[in-house]
């Protein structure tokens, strides 16, 4: 008996280990390319084209971001990217939980109907709507400006995000709100005073959904802004490749200062967006 | 509707006016003006002329969409089936009982928030066919690796690429396999069940509604596959990357051809409808809810 629960114990450690094995390699796998970016950022030009390459090159050469920067202006780009953001998130955060609000807490007929055909809206690939939205946003002459990125993140910010947050205040109950009304608050007061305060988790989580969504937009800008000076990073560091992009060591000094940001947001947010999908219940 | 009914109808229209003016906007008025544009032939200067369905003749006929469509469905047949068995062994790598897992977890999931524009330019240099690391990996192997980006390979190379952002598909599936009662599990070992006889009687069953919601999301997805391809090779090499999406957005916003873009968007309405249908059709034949009657 004896032997037989210690052969079955170094099954399970074997076992463990081979596990762990595999995930360091992937996890290898998966930071490969941001090692490959980062060692080249800093390589000399004729260090390019070693064999076996250098995965440490030294001295630093610190040079390639001067010199992307000269071609690059990362602050500009930086600073249009966060006013997108920052519009989108402000859009999402006054008009989503609204919205969810009348899709959880009041008793309207109709409601489960509107409900639904909001969730069928996330089965439309968006390509099917951008000609004539274009062209709406073509005929208010907002064309080359940011408010076709902007404005529509005050209708909702999007069913995805308003199912999220109605799941949510499913959870908070009934009685909560009731007793309000029957002290006479109407319900803008009740959602004000009452669910938003309790609403604060899941609220951060749809910026994170927001921020991801609006800063790693590609398509938007590129049909909706036409001069340099407006680009978002989502522009610029494409329009430095396409030019440059041969110059691999300032390509990839470009690359690692646009890929900064998106770092920093992670370190804040990686618990929550990897923790987060559990309170959500996504899997329905 | 009583007078207090009526009054809780308006209330709720109210709160949710702000979805509801988008979906009219933004949705509806879009999806019947693209409709009727695709009956056109309209720039976006001067007015639009009716041509009736010259432009769907057209969409059948051109080399360069009908390029389009089989490059997107390959695209398609790649990225959904190879997404979900790269997400799915990561998830059952990730829920393993390690101290350390975290670390895994969090690096794992890094790269699939990394902006595709940002990530399509590394992969460039990272499948650089001469002094780009995968071939030079290749070679101390001895293996001369290909050219990543020729017509060949480019397609499978963005299928590949796009691997790196299964982190978003693996936490769905580590959020369902959590969710499997442990008890199914040792009560199926106590029958003797081997592992490959729980994995595909207890866990694929029990997952399945989370692999429902990635086959929607993930086929969707890739029927619009734009910011890899358009970066990386702007459709090239001879087209062969060329995405429907990408096709669509020069017709529209390059050479101005609304109308004839505004029928490509209605033909990827209708194959995104007949694919979402197809998926949403056979659920009965493997999707279970545990716990529900059937």
């Known amino acids: 008996m004896l032997e037989l629960f210690k052969s079955k114990e170094k099954r399970a450690f074997l076992f463990r280990n081979l596990v762990r094995l595999i995930l360091i390699f992937i996890t290898f796998i998966y930071i490969l390319p941001f090692i490959w970016m980062l060692s080249t950022s800093f390589k000399a030009d004729r260090e390019l084209y070693l064999f076996p390459p250098k995965w440490f090159p030294w001295p630093l050469v610190w040079e390639n971001y001067n010199k992307a920067l000269q071609r690059f202006p990362f602050f500009k780009y930086l600073r249009n990217s966060v006013i997108i953001t920052g519009g989108s998130l402000l859009g999402v955060l006054i008009s989503c939980p609204l919205v969810a609000y009348g899709f959880s807490k009041i008793r309207w007929k109709g409601r489960d109907f509107f409900f639904y055909l909001m969730l069928s809206t996330m089965m439309l690939p968006g390509a099917v709507t951008i000609i004539p939205t274009f062209m709406i946003f073509k005929t208010l002459g907002w064309i080359n400006t940011y408010l076709p990125l902007i404005v529509p993140s005050f209708l909702g910010g999007g069913a995805g995000l308003i199912f999220l947050v109605r799941q949510f205040f499913n959870t908070i109950p009934d009685d909560l709100v009731d007793a309000a009304r029957v002290d006479g608050a109407g319900d803008l007061q009740i959602y004000l005073r009452v669910i938003l305060p309790l609403a604060k988790p899941v609220l951060f989580l749809i910026s994170l959904f927001t921020f991801l969504g609006a800063w790693n937009n590609y398509f938007g800008p590129l049909i909706y802004l036409t001069d340099e000076s407006k680009y978002p990073l989502a522009l610029g560091l494409p329009t430095f490749f396409s030019l440059y992009g041969t110059y691999w060591n300032q390509m990839m000094a470009c690359a690692t200062m646009t890929v900064i940001p998106t770092i920093i947001f992670f370190v804040i947010a990686q618990r929550y967006l990897i923790e987060g999908i559990k309170i959500t219940g996504i899997k329905e | ?294």
């Open chain 2, 1 to 294: 509707m009583t007078k207090i009914e009526r009054k809780e109808f308006i209330k709720g229209l109210l709160f949710i006016s702000p979805w509801l003016i988008g979906f009219l906007v933004f949705t509806v008025y879009p999806i019947f003006a693209s409709l009727y544009m695709s009956f056109t032939e309209y720039s976006v200067v001067g007015a639009s002329k009716w041509i009736g369905l010259a432009n769907y003749k057209k969409l059948i006929t051109d080399f360069l969409s009908l390029k389009a469509i089989s490059n997107t469905l390959y695209y398609a047949a790649g990225l959904v089936p190879v997404g979900l068995i790269v997400g799915l062994v990561l998830a059952i790598l990730l829920v393993q009982p390690l101290k350390e897992i975290l670390f895994y977890r969090t690096t794992i999931y890094f790269p699939s928030i990394v902006p595709a524009f940002a990530f399509a330019t590394i992969g460039v240099w990272f499948f650089n066919p001469y002094i780009g690391f995968m071939n030079n990996l290749l070679k101390i192997f001895g293996i001369q690796g290909p050219f990543w980006l020729s017509e060949q390979w480019v397609k499978r190379t963005i299928i590949l690429m796009a691997q790196w952002g299964a982190g978003g598909t693996a936490l769905i599936y580590m959020a369902a396999i959590r969710d499997i009662p442990r008890e199914l599990y040792e009560s199926a070992e106590l029958d003797g069940a081997s592992a490959w006889q729980r994995f595909w009687h207890i866990t694929v069953p029990m997952i399945s509604p989370a692999t429902l919601y990635y086959l929607v999301i993930a086929t969707l997805g890739a029927l619009q596959i734009f910011d890899l391809p358009n970066i990386m090779t702007g459709g090239g090499p001879a087209n062969s990357s060329l995405s429907f999406v990408m096709y669509l957005y020069q017709n529209a916003f390059r050479y101005g051809y609304m109308g004839y873009a505004a029928s490509m968007a209605w033909i990827l309405f209708v194959i995104s409808f007949i694919l979402t249908m197809l998926i949403f059709g056979t659920t009965r034949y493997w999707v279970f809810y545990y716990g529900a009657r059937r």
